[in-house]
Nanobody, 118 residues
Framework: QVQLVESGGGLVQAGGSLRLSCAAS????????MGWYRQAPGKQRDLVATITSGGSTNYADSVKGRFTISRDNAKNTVYLQMNSLKPDDTAVYYC????????????WGKGTLVTVSS
């Protein structure tokens, strides 16, 4: 079992920046593909960005050029740097860990709320 704890959410004005962190309780953090997802009120949970164990990244079109995902395997932590925030970025942001060898072995954090005011 892997526990994920997100932090860094909050209220920010449009155009501002936030940095989310997700700390994982596993000594084998490096083998997990990590991802950030978000869910706005009344909407489905959508992919924001992922980063593989090898450091390859993938982004939703809506955040390309504004958000950057990174990981520090020594700290068992994944980050999401969010710049040029827009009101449409308002959502609960969730961290996900997907085992790179076992499909379907996934873990989710409880989420952190990001609110962007206009």
């Amino acid at each position: 079992q892997v526990q994920l704890v997100e932090s860094g959410g909050g209220l920010v004005q449009a155009g501002g920046s936030l940095r989310l962190s997700c700390a994982a309780s596993t000594s084998i953090f490096s083998i997990y593909t990590m991802g950030w997802y978000r869910q706005a009120p009344g909407k489905q949970r959508d992919l924001v960005a992922t980063i593989t164990s090898g450091g390859s990244t993938n982004y939703a079109d809506s955040v390309k050029g504004r958000f950057t995902i990174s990981r520090d395997n020594a700290k068992n932590t994944v980050y999401l740097q969010m710049n040029s925030l827009k009101p449409d970025d308002t959502a609960v942001y969730y961290c996900k860990a997907a085992h790179s060898a076992y499909v379907g072995v996934n873990y989710w954090g409880k989420g952190t709320l990001v609110t962007v005011s206009s």
